[in-house]
Structures are given as C-alpha cells and as structure tokens.
C-alpha cells in the first residue's frame, strides 16, 4: 500500500475557520449590525478623548434622491481620511451633514401639490418639503452606511434643522450689521423657468444656438461733430449681438475712447465701426466696395445720439473700455436691465434703468416708446419666443444687415439645465469691496482679505489656490436673495416708504431666537406686532409702516455657514474648531469635487473671513470627475452609470471602496462594470491571502510562541525588515491622501512578496517541520507580526474585511472589540532598528536568484531535471562576495526551493554580470516521500519509507507514531 495518504495526513496543512468566500451582500448587513451593537462610533470617540483632534468636516450632499457614484467616492475618501486619521493617533471626529433647501427640493413638491399649493398656507408647504427632505436623508444615510462609512448617523446636521436655521440667520445678521449687506436694483443671473435670481455658483455653460445679428443704429445728431469729412453725410453705426430679445431694452450704444473708429462708405450708406474690425464687418454685412471717408477716435461719438431700429427712441452714444474689437463691429448694443457692464455704463450717464421682463420672461414695451394703437408682436412674449419676431421686425423696418444661427458657450441655470438671462431687480448683495480691518490693524477691503486667506491654504492639488484666487479676484457682489419659499427666510423689515431694512441688533436677536424655537417656518406665522416694538420708526425717512421681506436667502449661503452653524456650535466639534482656530494646530480639512471651488469652498470662505477673519479651513483637497470607461459623463441617457448600491448588493460594498481605493482622486477617474469586477478579482486574491496567513497561524500563541526578533532566521528578518518598510510607506501616503498608491503597494505586498515569495517559501518549513521547531515559530511569528500589520494597514479601505479578520486572529492581551478602535502599528515594533541595510543586502541576494532561477529553468526546459526540489544548485564567486554568499547558503536553498545549494570558489571560472555563475543538476541522494527534498540520510520510519531524518524527528517530535505492518 502506497504510504503517500498516511505521511500526507502527519503534515501540518493551514487549518482557519475564516471563510474562503466572502458572502459579502450578505455579511456586510451582519457586521454593520455588529457595529451598532457596539455603538463603534461612539467608542471611537471615548478613545479619541485627549489626543490631538482633526476635523474633517462634511460638505452636505443634496437630499433629493438616492446615491449615485459621485457620492460614494465622496463618502468613501472621506471616510478613508477619518479612519487613517483615527488609527494614527488623532481624535477624528465625523458629523455627516445634508443640504435640504433650495429649488429642486421646492420644485418636486409643487410637482406633487399641483394646484392645492396656491391654496396651502406657506407653512404647510414648507412642512411637506420638510417631509420630501428627510424621506432622502434617511434613503442616503443607509446607503452610506451600507458602503461601511462610520460616523454620527443618528444625528447628521440639516441645513434644515431648526437650530441650523437660527444659525444661518444669524450669520446674515452678522453680515447686515458690519455693513456687508445692501439692497439695490442690478442685473443678476435669473432663470425664467424657475422664477429666480441665481448666484455665480449657481450657473453651468452649456452649447445653446443663438440668431447672430448685425443691426444698423442710424445717426441722428449732426455728422460733422464726429469729422467734417462726414457733413452732410446719411450715417449709421452697426451693433452685433446674439441676444436680439434684448433690443427692446437698447437705451445706448457704446464706443470704446481708444479705438480707431471709420466711417465706410457704401452706396448711400455711410457707417460707423471699429476700424480693426471694419474688414470683417464689411464681408458679414455683404457691404461690398466700401470707402474709408474718415477715421476719429472712439471719443467723439460719445453723446452722439441714434435711432432705435423699431422703437421711437433715441438711443445716446457712449463710451466704455469694456468694448472689444475680438468680434463684433466695436460699436456695442447697451440694454442696462440685461447685463452687468450695460447696468454701470446706464448709471454713469443716467440712462433708464427699468427692466420690461418679467420673472417668467415675459417681454413688455415701453409705452413712451411705442406709440401705436396696437401693441408690438413681441409684447408679452417669452425672451427666446420673442428673438425671431424681433429679427423680422428688424427685416421689415430695413435696419438687420446680416442674420445667422451661432453656436455657443451659454449661461444654463444648474438645476433646470435651461439657459438663463441678465435680468435687473431689487435684490440683497453682499458687496466684495466692503473696507474691512485686518487682525494688525491695517485696512483692506473684504475680497482682498479673501484673497489673502487663500493664500495661508494647503490646496490639494496646488492648482484649486489659483482656481479660486481668480474666482474672488473677478467675481461680482454676491446675490444672496431668492425669489422662493423653500430656504432660510432674510428676516428683515423694509420700510413701505423708503425701501430701507431696519437695523436693530436687539430685534435680531429676537428673531434668531423665534427661529431657533419654532423653525424658518416663524417668519410667516408670526405677526409683526409680536416682533416689532410698538412706535418704531424708520431711521432713515421717519416712516412707521413696514413690511417683511419674502426673499430667501441663497442656499450656498446656507451651506457656506456650516462652519458657523455645526463646527463652531455642535459640541462634538466645537473643541477642535476652536483649537484650530486659536491657531492651535489643529488642521481642518474640506474634501469635495472640483465644481466647490466655486461653490461650497468659495461660499465657507467669504461668510468665514467676513465673520471671523480667516479661512473656515485649513487644507482643501478636491476630487476629480467620475467618467465611463470611454472618458464620458455619466448620464441616465448614456445608460453608462455604475450604481455603488447596486454593486455593494451584488459583489459587496467593500468592492465599491476598493474602487475608491484603487483611483487617483485628484483626476478624473474610470469606472464601470467592468471596472468594478476586476476590483472584486482583486480582492478575492486579497482574501484569498488573509486566509493563507490565518492558516497558518493555527495553534500559534503569541505570548507563548513568539520568537525574538534577532533569534528569526534570516529570510523571516528579511519580511519583518520590509514590512516595517511597507508600513513606513503606507503611512506617508495615508498622511497625504495618496490612497491608490496604498491600494496598490498593499496588493502588490500581497501578491508578489507574500503569496508568490514568502508564503510560497515557507510551505516546506510550515508543513513539514514539527509544529512547535523553532523554524516553524520563527515563520509563525513573522506571520503573525505581518497579518496585525497588514489589517491594520487596510481597515481604513477595506473596513468589513479587516475586521472580519480581527475576529480570526490568535488573542492577545487586552484586545479590541474591533479593529478600527485600534491603531496602526508602531514601525519599530514591526522591525526594531532600520531596515535599509538588511534590505539593500537582500536586493543583492535577489540578484543571485533571479540569476539562479533562469538557470534552473533552462534546465527544467531541457528536460534535466522536473520541478525545483528535483535539483541541486552550484554556485560559483570569488572574494568577497564568496564569503558573503556562503554566509547567506541557507538563505538561498530556502528562497530557490532547490534540493541542496553548494558556494564554490569560481574565480577561475568566467562570471555572470553580477559576479557568480550557475551549475545546476540533478539533485544527490534520496527523495524524501514526506517532504520531497532529496536528502542524503533517508530511511524508513515503521512502514512509511523513504523518510528523511528531519521529517523523522518532526514525526517524533509531533508524537506520532509510526504505523506498523498489524495496523495496516
């Protein structure tokens, strides 16, 4: 009878009761429940008490659907930040937040009010966009949860929390008070489609096709005041405009003073244009031959006065430097209602101001200026209905010269995606050049101090300083005020007579305190008389009748308050907030997309330095785009989204978090399907070699078991010295986010230097050595030392698994509940003293086998011999490196998995590049059945044959007797 079957029982074969398959849709349920069970974040917390905090602090995502990828990845480097910075020492608190006012909110339940809404009190509607709100923050909170992302769930901050509310208003009172805030009629984005002023952040651009138009202006004071080449002379200027929608409102035509400007004569017609752009204008116009009469300044056509083109108004030339002479004709159309450079040129020269569109934009005419019984075709007709009716009044009245269709980058609102319009009303500003004093006491003004914030910023990437730099540097006053309901009510009283808010510290204090009781809701249940003490006057105009403003304010001044409202108020956070900004070293760090720096990141900044001098930050990082596969968006058209619930219901959440893992964030990153499945082949070899180490640890107990460490053999010296460097590393990146280079030396670590080396290695000693020999201990410590390494090094990525893990591992002394209450190791309690050296001398022994191995597999391929075991190696150097390689012969057998290694001196013999040369051939003596090694002293032990004397005293040592021949 074969004695394989019996000697291949004696081997000491890894044994875990860790699963080989994951079950993850199952099992990560199961441990979320765990722990709750072990209300893990709150242990977290009492742990952190008294080290040193960092804050991350939560950009609220909007409540009005489910997660899609973006959010993951958001969630998923957020919590990567917080568990890296818990496990390295820090009290890392996080309180996850959700943005719940604002329009696609209040559109959605109109959406599902209909008509009954015009019939509801403003306090139920507000109530049922309470409702609509919450429904998502619940749906999204278990989704995040679902992805393993740890926080206060059970309490998050809501912009539309009562307290939150009460917060944000008393940041704008803060602002209203230091003389931040006015109220006055300008130009602003406004979206016809939502009935609303828009802020900067709160437009995208987006291809829209416009009617490109050139329009004749004709001259109606006298010619010879611009050169008295051109008395006498029938003259018009030309403007260009893709707007025509806006010709009714053209109360100027403006000239810039610097430019050379022609008078083109063509037939009858003389006209007026920059002379750069003369050429140009001739072609699109179809002027044909054209003679130059004059040529003057731009400054001589200011007060010259032109005919409207189909209203009866005269039309006043102006000048401004904003002209350009890239396109156009240089003569520029001035609508002060629909545009920010037009709105400032018409107060300089007092031109009417009124704006004749609607909040639905709806065009009306100027009745001075239209006098027929009729009214125009464009009367009452939306902006884009009205451009073809305009441009064939224009056709009839012969003053269009040039029409075509253009495409073009245009202002599209972000929440409808329609394209929006410069429209002028009455709203709140807050003016970026309001004087301010610096903490030194010198003077700037309110965007220069912004500016300078910027600057003491760590930006991540370093270009987001300069992204937003430019942002502050060019943007307008901030537009603070909607026209909806859905928001944070601007609680002020405007007189009826003058327009003018009161300003009383003491009534503000009083509202904040209404709201903090009862709600936004407040402001329209609660009557003035309740508010106002009785005999208040206007400061301003002595007026005693006032009334409430409706407008609410902007919802990124909503979310750009969340400093004030959860960090500086929440006392989870308030500690550290505090500490960081005492300039304590504290870091405070703000982690969103790209798309921030003009949005979360530029709001936080502007209301932090207006209120507390400084940035509400002190490192921003900034996350790219997620894209197919093919570099496009996302989109439900394309059909081309990866759904992270639907991944983590399928293969796992912790599939979606290596994918996390596995992408640089900084740029914009690859995802789909196939994306995902490769993430989950990876983690199956991850898995696969957590469960290799846990095997053989089997029976290992640390307390009684562990080798010292200068008692290890020296390949087992060799794993501690590199992982010591591993973690040296992994810990660097951590520290600077680098979470994919973690991925990938963790995957790499797995894959090349344990499963493919080391752990492949070690299976003549682990399975084949007694199981308490000091070579097998020495193996089992290492392992022991890398498995508490390697779980504690991935918990903050693959959170599930490691502590799945955890559980499996032998026991020690005063273990945690859960990996994540751990922390990660100390480098020198992996390796004591610096791995370079042993490393470096490692390398060079790498070198000899890679050497070796491509002798031993020109020989296997020749048929010399079979696999590794069937050989013996001769190795040939001289010198030093002789001595060097005798020393390390051991190393060598072990490493080339070879029968027998011998050093010999080869200096008479020719050498390889690295200064040794290779003889293999068939391995000397005799096959051991029980370890395959060809050995030299090999006999039987009862009725197991050809057993080799280690395999002997394993058996002895193991107990296990020899079967004999009665017992067969």
């Not at 960092?54 to 489910?66: Q, S």
């Not at 109360?251 to 003073?257: D, E, G, L, T, Y």
């Not at 003016?431 to 930006?459: C, H, N």
């Not at 693959?798 to 100390?826: C, I, M, N």
């Amino acid at each position: 009878m074969s004695p394989a079957p019996e000697l291949k029982a004696t081997l000491t074969l890894p044994k875990t009761a860790f699963p080989m398959k994951a079950n993850l849709p199952q099992n990560e349920p199961l441990r979320l429940a765990r722990w709750t069970e072990l209300r893990l974040y709150e242990e977290l917390r009492k742990a952190g008490r008294g080290r040193p905090a960092y804050l991350l602090h939560d950009g609220p995502p909007y409540a009005n659907g489910p997660i899609h990828l973006g959010h993951a990845l958001n969630k998923g480097l957020k919590d990567f930040v917080v568990k890296s910075k818990t496990m390295a020492g820090f009290d890392a608190p996080y309180v996850p937040g959700y943005d719940c006012h604002g329009l696609p909110i209040e559109i959605k339940v109109d959406e599902q009010l209909g008509r009954k809404k015009l019939e509801m009190p403003v306090p139920e509607v507000l109530a049922a966009c309470r409702t609509y709100a919450q429904k998502y923050i619940d749906l999204q909170t278990s989704q995040f949860e679902r992805i393993g992302c740890l926080g206060r769930w059970d309490q998050p901050y809501k912009t539309m929390a009562r307290d939150y509310e009460a917060r944000t208003l008393e940041a704008f009172y803060g602002f209203l008070e230091k003389g931040f805030v006015y109220r006055g009629l300008k130009p602003v984005y406004w979206c016809i489609h939502d009935r609303t002023a828009l802020a900067e952040a709160e437009v995208e651009y987006a291809m829209h096709t416009s009617p490109s138009v050139y329009v004749r202006y004709r001259l109606t004071s006298d010619p010879a005041a611009i050169s008295p080449l051109l008395a006498g002379k029938h003259l018009s200027t030309i403007i260009w405009t893709t707007t025509p929608w806006t010709l009714p409102a053209s109360m100027a035509v403006a000239f810039h003073p610097d430019f050379d400007y022609v008078a083109l004569a063509s037939g009858d017609e003389t006209y007026i244009v920059a002379a750069e752009l003369a050429s140009s204008v001739a072609a699109a116009c179809e002027l044909g031959e054209t003679t130059e009469l004059a040529r003057f300044k731009g400054s001589v056509l200011e007060h010259a006065t032109f005919q409207h083109p189909f209203l009866d108004r005269s039309v006043l030339g102006v000048l401004a430097t904003y002209v350009t002479a890239d396109t156009g004709t240089g003569a520029v159309h001035t609508a002060p209602s629909h545009g920010a450079e037009d709105f400032y040129t018409g107060v300089h020269y007092n031109i009417d101001l009124t704006c004749r569109v609607d909040a639905a934009g709806r065009i009306h005419v100027d009745p001075e200026a239209w006098n027929h019984s009729t009214p125009p075709a464009f009367e009452g007709k939306k902006v884009w209905e009205a451009n073809p009716v305009i441009v064939a009044m224009m056709e009839e009245s012969g003053a269009l010269l040039a029409c075509h269709d253009l495409e073009h980058s245009y202002p599209h609102c972000w929440r409808c995606h329609k394209p929006v319009i410069y429209r002028a009303t009455e709203q709140w500003f807050i003016s970026l050049e309001t004087p301010v004093t610096r903490a030194d006491g010198s003077e700037t003004t309110f965007r220069q101090q912004a500016i300078e914030e910027i600057d003491k910023v760590v930006w991540d990437p370093a270009w987001g300083k300069e992204r937003i730099t430019n942002m502050i540097a060019t943007r307008p006053d901030w537009c603070i005020s909607r026209q909806r309901i859905w928001g944070v009510p601007i609680a002020v009283f405007l007189c009826e007579g003058c327009q003018k808010p009161i300003m009383d510290a003491t009534l503000d204090r009083k509202i904040v305190k209404l709201f903090e009781e009862h709600g936004a809701e407040a402001w329209d249940t609660t009557d003035t008389s309740e508010l106002l003490a009785t005999g208040v006057k206007c400061a301003d105009c002595g007026g005693s009748t006032f009334r409430k403003e409706t407008d609410i304010l902007d919802v990124w001044f909503d979310s750009g308050t969340s400093w004030f409202a959860v960090c500086e108020s929440d006392p989870e956070l308030k500690p550290a907030y505090t500490s960081f900004q005492e300039n304590k070293g504290t870091e405070v760090l703000y982690l969103e997309g790209g798309d921030q720096h003009r949005g979360w990141f530029h709001s936080s900044l502007l209301t932090s330095v207006a209120l507390r001098g400084r940035a509400p930050y002190s490192h921003v990082s900034t996350a790219g785009w997620t894209l197919d596969e093919q570099g496009r968006a996302m989109s439900k058209s394309l059909g081309n989204g990866v759904d992270p619930v639907d991944i983590a219901n399928r293969m796992g959440g912790e599939i979606v978090r290596l994918w996390v893992a596995s992408v640089d964030f900084r740029e914009d990153m690859a995802a789909s399907e196939n994306l995902m499945q490769r993430c989950a082949e990876i983690y199956k070899k991850l898995r696969n070699t957590f469960r290799f180490l846990l095997g053989n640890l089997n029976g290992f107990d640390p307390a009684r078991d562990r080798v010292a460490e200068a008692d290890l053999l020296p390949l087992d010296r060799y794993m501690l010295a590199r992982t010591r460097e591993l973690t040296e590393n992994i810990l660097d990146w951590y520290e600077r986010f680098e979470f994919h280079r973690v991925y990938h030396a963790i995957n790499e670590f797995a894959i090349v230097d344990l499963s493919s080396f080391y752990l492949d290695m070690l299976k003549d000693r682990m399975y084949t050595f007694a199981p308490t020999s000091h070579e097998r201990r020495s193996a089992q410590t290492v392992l022991w030392q890398i498995t508490e390494t390697l779980v504690r090094l991935v918990a903050p990525i693959l959170s599930f698994t490691a502590d799945e893990v955890w559980d499996y591992l032998p026991k020690v002394e005063g273990r945690k509940a859960s990996v994540h209450l751990a922390q990660f190791p100390k480098t020198t309690e992996i390796f004591s003293t610096d791995p370079a050296p042993l490393l470096e001398e490692w390398k060079q022994l790498f070198k000899v086998r890679d050497g070796a191995l491509i002798e031993l597999e020109t020989a296997r391929k020749d048929k010399l011999i079979g696999k590794g075991l069937d050989a013996e190696l001769e190795i040939h150097a001289a010198d030093e490196l002789l001595e060097w390689l005798r020393r390390h012969v051991n190393d060598l057998k072990e490493i080339l998995n070879v029968s027998k290694v011998t050093i010999l001196d080869g200096s008479k013999r020719e050498g390889s590049e690295v200064g040794v040369s290779f003889k293999v051939s068939p391995a000397t003596g005799t096959k051991c059945a029980r370890c395959w090694n060809f050995m030299p002293e090999v006999a039987n032990y009862g009725i197991w044959q050809n057993v080799c004397t280690r395999c002997s005293e394993a058996l002895t040592e193991m107990k296990i007797a020899p079967p004999t021949e009665a017992a067969q």
